[in-house]
């Protein structure tokens, strides 16, 4: 059974940074691309970030291209989001998700999501 546990959510202050985790079971890790979303009140849910099994290749959304990176650390299992000069519009639930490929995230194909983290952005 897979299960992607994410952690490290919270309130912050506009220009600050938060690093959320997302920590992977129940499948080989390496064999799979993972991705993090978003999704606030009244908006649908969105991409923010993908990487790809080797770690290699990166894809990131426009509002958070140069703030953002996402890695992962095979060893553990884990997928991570680095999240530098947070805005209030960066204000929601962040999910983790694992899919084949990184065109897969992009594409929100996604065969298993976290339960999600809050992240909260005050101006």
């Known amino acids: 059974q897979v299960q992607l546990v994410e952690s490290g959510g919270g309130l912050v202050q506009a220009g600050g940074s938060l690093r959320l985790s997302c920590a992977a079971s129940?499948?080989?890790?390496?064999?799979?691309?993972m991705g993090w979303f978003r999704q606030s009140p009244g908006k649908e849910r969105e991409v923010v970030a993908a990487i790809d099994r080797s770690g290699f290749i990166t894809r990131y959304a426009d509002s958070v291209k140069g703030r953002f990176t996402i890695s992962r650390d095979d060893g553990k299992k884990t997928v991570y989001l680095q999240m530098n000069s947070l805005r209030p519009e960066d204000t929601a639930v962040y999910y983790c998700?694992?899919?084949?490929?990184?065109?897969?995230?992009?594409?929100?194909?996604?065969?298993?999501w976290g339960q999600g983290t809050q992240v909260t952005v005050s101006s």
């Open positions: 129940g499948r080989t890790f390496t064999s799979y691309a």
């Open positions: 998700a694992q899919t084949t490929t990184v065109a897969g995230v992009l594409r929100s194909q996604i065969d298993y």
